[in-house]
């Protein structure tokens, strides 16, 4: 369902012009800006969260307003990259990919199971079992859709 949703909002964001995709409304991010922010929070619950990755970060990821300063820099990303809507969907696509992937060869067993995050810079740290993962990355993923929604409402009038 989140990916259906998704993808018609991203078409509806592809039709816009090229300006209004990285425009932000009321000082929330962009659209582009969100996407990025949702490649960030797969790498953080699904490949480092889950699957253990120690370095997941793809660096056009974009960290939560209340990260630490150094979180960023840590991790590799590159905040003041300005990629445009065509080159972030390749990634924002295989991202949510993985996910799907992840989703469906789980098991009820995999879901109680309790992860350890890498000691490697990153988020999220310590234990998280593989269900409060996906809780926290489809949430993100829900209501950063209707931000989204909101946001092109007003853009596309």
């Known amino acids: 369902m989140i ?4 993808a018609e909002t991203t078409q509806r964001a592809t039709d816009l012009p090229r300006e209004l995709q990285s425009r932000r409304v009321d000082g929330e991010w962009s659209f582009i800006e969100t996407l990025r922010h949702l490649v960030l929070a797969t790498d953080c619950w699904l490949s480092r969260g889950i699957q253990l990755a120690r370095r997941p970060y793809h660096p056009w990821g974009l960290p939560w307003s209340g990260a630490g300063p150094n979180l960023a820099e840590e991790i590799g990303l590159d905040t003041s990259a300005e990629p445009d ?8 696509l295989q991202h949510q990919k993985a996910v799907s992937m992840a989703l469906d060869s ?4 995999d879901l109680a199971e309790v992860r350890t995050a890498p000691k ?10 593989v269900l409060q993962c996906f809780h926290v990355l489809l ?10 929604v909101r946001d092109l409402g007003m853009l596309d009038r």
Do not use: C, I, K
């Open 3 to 6: 990916e259906h949703l998704w």
């Open 85 to 92: 809507l065509a080159q972030v969907l390749p990634v924002r």
């Open 106 to 109: 789980l098991t009820d067993g």
């Open 120 to 129: 490697e810079p990153g988020h999220p740290n310590g234990e998280h079992s």
């Open 139 to 148: 949430n993100e993923e829900w209501e950063h859709h209707r931000y989204a």
